[in-house]
């Protein structure tokens, strides 16, 4: 197997999950980035599925899409907003893809008829993919976290593939940072690090030993703490890095600056510290967010509202649209099944004091009603209204039975005999049963009407957004819908398919077709976002 030229750190976790591996991971990554190194960070799951596409929101929050198409991670939109640069099918790889290749070979002959084990084949497989992305040429360091937490059975794998990469790769060009819990007891009133030590001794008994330990903690750690730490898990004292609690994820990058995370890096892989980081643009940002001239509320309305982590980048999208707009944003969550019941004067009590309305993408029958009826009163009231994927669809199903009097239009994705489908399947589609990998998936091209409210959000006729659905707009009602005032202002070039509509006697009223909280950077926050914002505000008054 080649071994790149490019150096490699590693990131694993242990303790508990959720302690925050992808955004120490993108914190790291930006502030290389800013000293001038070109960085990409990939994710390994551990988990059997192919990918996260097929999977329930309430199982693995948000599916995050790529521009080439792939269903992976909500890391991922982390990676991106954090280091602004596109990432790809090759920067998520799950247990699922590394076993099926693995068997695809053996199906074909490639291992000549030995047996296939974990111990070369899988390992083998995981490392490729590890090396992948330092083979192009195109970093200077690759950044590869491990999901999961050490000592999980699904994790062995990866940890035994880190162990022998680490040796195939030599000294000074990789390192491993652990992220573990440093818990405090209230009782007792005393910061307890026997969890990390627990934790670093799983990982020694695999063969290997971390470089640095990433602590996180809900209190400062003392420098007894730490002297501790680094006596019982042979990681030396600058290597103990404090990872306390934060007001927002994108105070982490100046905070692990702070502890010199980035310098220890460096130095461990035998890189220059010369540069200092330019996090100027960085900074802007944050004292932005953090210094607000105004405040609004928005409602997002969704089916997937009790977990927020389905509806992730949305989120981040409007917290970039929050500094564009010097803006404080709470976001009130209304369950789309909540509204069903209620007549339409009723729905008052879900959208008090609301100056914009979001409504969500997602799939299938539930809260679809709903959120239709979230479309019509966001349009006769003359509220602010995004509307994103199926959002777009509710609210085009909505303008069809209320303003064109096309009683039961529908989508024939929840109503397959429908007498008005005014969303329906797209041609290539019909015949598809399988579901994982088979939607429009990633970016396609867009072209603008210039006489549109959205290409004076973009400021250009061009655009390429991100996709993933498998209903489309029927157009054999485009130029009805036209005639009373709701124009389709995007539309794909290739095939002809509408991917944005607007309503033109309203402050903001958008559907769009894609996802476009996919695209939203903390250095290039989100045209519709920011402008859906500043509306809102104006809206408020």
Same mark, same amino acid.
């Given at each position: 197997?080649?071994?790149?030229?490019?150096?490699?750190?590693?990131?694993? !976790?242990?303790?508990?999950?959720?302690?925050? &591996?992808?955004?120490?991971?993108?914190?790291?990554?930006?502030?290389?980035?800013?000293?001038?190194?070109?960085?990409?960070?990939?994710?390994?799951?551990?988990?059997?599925?192919?990918?996260? =596409?097929?999977?329930?929101?309430?199982?693995?929050?948000?599916?995050?899409?790529?521009?080439?198409?792939?269903?992976?991670?909500?890391?991922?939109?982390?990676?991106?907003?954090?280091?602004?640069?596109?990432?790809?099918?090759?920067? @998520?790889?799950?247990?699922?893809?590394?076993?099926?290749?693995?068997?695809?070979?053996?199906?074909?002959?490639?291992?000549?008829?030995?047996?296939?084990?974990?111990?070369?084949?899988?390992?083998?497989? $995981?490392?490729?993919?590890?090396?992948?992305?330092?083979?192009?040429?195109?970093? +200077?360091?690759?950044?590869?976290?491990? =999901?999961?937490?050490?000592? +999980?059975?699904?994790?062995?794998?990866?940890?035994?593939?880190?162990?022998?990469?680490?040796?195939?790769?030599?000294? =000074?060009?990789?390192?491993?940072?652990?992220?573990?819990?440093?818990?405090?007891?209230?009782?007792?009133?005393?910061?307890?690090?026997?969890?990390?030590?627990?934790?670093?001794?799983?990982?020694?008994?695999?063969?290997?030993?971390?470089?640095?330990?990433?602590?996180?903690? #809900?209190?400062?750690?003392?420098?007894?703490?730490?002297?501790?730490?680094?006596?019982?898990?042979?990681?030396?004292?600058?290597?103990?890095?404090?990872?306390?609690?934060?007001?927002?994820?994108? +105070?982490?990058?100046?905070?692990?600056?702070?502890?010199?995370?980035?310098?220890?890096?460096?130095?461990?892989?035998?890189?220059?510290?010369?540069? #200092?980081?330019?996090?100027?643009?960085?900074?802007?940002?944050? *004292?932005?967010?953090?210094?607000?001239?105004?405040?609004?509320?928005?409602?997002?309305?969704?089916?997937?509202?009790?977990? %927020?982590?389905?509806?992730?980048?949305? $989120?981040?999208?409007?917290?970039?649209?929050?500094?564009?707009?010097?803006?404080?944003?709470?976001?009130?969550?209304?369950?789309?099944?909540?509204?069903?019941?209620?007549?339409?004067?009723?729905?008052?009590?879900?959208?008090?004091?609301?100056? =914009?309305? $979001?409504?969500? %993408?997602?799939?299938?029958?539930? *809260?679809?009603?709903?959120?239709?009826?979230?479309?019509?009163?966001?349009? #006769?009231?003359?509220?602010?209204?995004?509307?994103?994927?199926?959002?777009?669809?509710?609210?085009?199903?909505?303008?069809?039975?209320?303003?064109?009097?096309?009683?039961?239009?529908?989508?024939? /994705?929840?109503?397959?005999?429908?007498?008005?489908?005014?969303?329906?399947?797209?041609?290539?589609?019909?015949?598809?049963?399988?579901?994982?990998?088979?939607?429009?998936? !990633?970016?396609?091209?867009?072209?603008?009407?210039?006489?549109?409210?959205?290409?004076?959000?973009?400021?250009?006729?061009?655009?390429?957004?991100?996709?993933?659905?498998?209903?489309?707009?029927?157009?054999?009602?485009?130029?009805?819908?036209? &005639?009373?005032?709701?124009?389709?202002?995007?539309? @794909? %070039?290739?095939?002809?398919?509408?991917?944005?509509? /607007?309503?033109? @006697?309203?402050?903001?009223?958008?559907?769009?077709?894609?996802?476009?909280?996919?695209?939203?950077?903390?250095? @290039? %926050?989100?045209?519709?976002?920011?402008?859906?914002?500043?509306?809102?505000?104006?809206?408020?008054?």
């Amino acid at each position: 197997m080649q071994i790149p030229n490019t150096k490699f750190i590693f990131v694993t !976790g242990g303790v508990t999950s959720s302690l925050g &591996k992808g955004i120490i991971s993108a914190s790291l990554g930006k502030l290389l980035q800013a000293r001038g190194y070109k960085v990409t960070i990939q994710k390994f799951d551990p988990y059997i599925n192919i990918d996260p =596409g097929t999977m329930n929101p309430y199982e693995h929050g948000e599916c995050y899409v790529t521009d080439d198409g792939a269903e992976t991670d909500l890391d991922l939109g982390h990676y991106e907003r954090f280091l602004n640069q596109p990432t790809s099918q090759s920067n @998520n790889i799950t247990t699922g893809r590394v076993y099926n290749e693995v068997i695809s070979k053996e199906r074909k002959g490639d291992y000549l008829g030995k047996t296939v084990q974990v111990i070369p084949h899988i390992t083998d497989e $995981i490392k490729r993919n590890i090396y992948s992305l330092g083979k192009t040429g195109n970093y +200077d360091i690759v950044i590869t976290e491990i =999901g999961g937490c050490v000592g +999980d059975i699904e994790s062995l794998p990866y940890v035994e593939a880190i162990r022998q990469a680490r040796w195939e790769l030599g000294t =000074g060009n990789s390192l491993v940072i652990h992220l573990t819990l440093i818990p405090y007891l209230k009782a007792a009133k005393e910061l307890k690090t026997k969890p990390t030590q627990n934790s670093v001794k799983t990982l020694l008994e695999y063969g290997v030993q971390p470089n640095i330990l990433v602590c996180r903690t #809900e209190h400062h750690l003392p420098i007894e703490i730490r002297q501790k730490i680094s006596r019982f898990c042979n990681v030396s004292l600058q290597s103990v890095i404090e990872s306390i609690d934060a007001e927002t994820i994108y +105070d982490v990058p100046l905070l692990m600056r702070k502890e010199k995370l980035d310098e220890i890096v460096l130095e461990g892989l035998s890189l220059s510290v010369e540069n #200092e980081p330019k996090l100027e643009q960085w900074k802007q940002f944050l *004292g932005k967010l953090k210094n607000p001239t105004t405040e609004v509320k928005i409602a997002l309305v969704g089916k997937y509202v009790e977990l %927020p982590d389905a509806y992730k980048s949305i $989120i981040e999208a409007l917290t970039h649209a929050r500094a564009v707009n010097e803006c404080k944003i709470r976001i009130e969550w209304v369950q789309a099944e909540s509204l069903f019941s209620h007549s339409e004067d009723n729905l008052g009590q879900f959208f008090e004091d609301v100056s =914009g309305i $979001i409504v969500a %993408p997602g799939f299938g029958e539930r *809260g679809i009603e709903g959120k239709i009826k979230a479309a019509a009163y966001a349009r #006769e009231r003359k509220i602010p209204f995004l509307g994103i994927c199926l959002g777009m669809q509710c609210a085009v199903i909505s303008f069809a039975r209320d303003v064109l009097g096309l009683t039961g239009a529908n989508s024939t /994705e929840i109503d397959s005999s429908t007498s008005h489908p005014i969303i329906s399947l797209m041609e290539e589609q019909e015949d598809i049963t399988q579901l994982g990998g088979t939607m429009r998936l !990633g970016a396609y091209p867009c072209k603008l009407k210039k006489s549109s409210k959205a290409f004076s959000i973009y400021e250009k006729q061009s655009i390429s957004e991100r996709h993933r659905h498998r209903y489309e707009f029927n157009n054999t009602y485009l130029e009805d819908f036209e &005639k009373k005032g709701m124009m389709a202002s995007g539309i @794909n %070039p290739e095939k002809n398919l509408v991917e944005i509509v /607007e309503l033109k @006697n309203h402050p903001f009223y958008i559907g769009v077709q894609f996802h476009p909280e996919l695209k939203s950077t903390v250095e @290039n %926050p989100h045209p519709l976002f920011s402008s859906f914002i500043a509306a809102s505000i104006l809206a408020k008054g």
